[in-house]
């Protein structure tokens, strides 16, 4: 009964659990701003190419200045 009792008053195990927890958000967080700054980039990559093809076209476009 007394290794029962200690077993469960023992919170050692609670730091790893933590742990856990906070990679999980910072994880979490990392991947969130890897998709939204994947899709910026990409709109920028696209309209740089549309200015640059549109420079050998006689208009171009007003982003593009």
């Known amino acids: 009964m007394q290794k029962l ?7 050692s195990g609670a730091s790893a659990a933590e742990y856990a927890l906070i990679l999980a958000i910072i994880g979490a967080g990392v991947g ?4 939204t ?6 709109t920028k990559v696209k309209v740089a190419t ?9 208009t171009a ?3 593009c200045k």
């Open 5 to 11: 009792i200690s077993f469960l008053t023992d919170e």
């Open 50 to 58: 549309n200015c640059i093809n549109a420079s050998s076209v006689a």
């Open 37 to 42: 700054l994947g899709n910026a980039i990409t």
């Open 61 to 63: 476009s007003t982003k």
């Open 32 to 35: 969130v701003a890897v998709f």
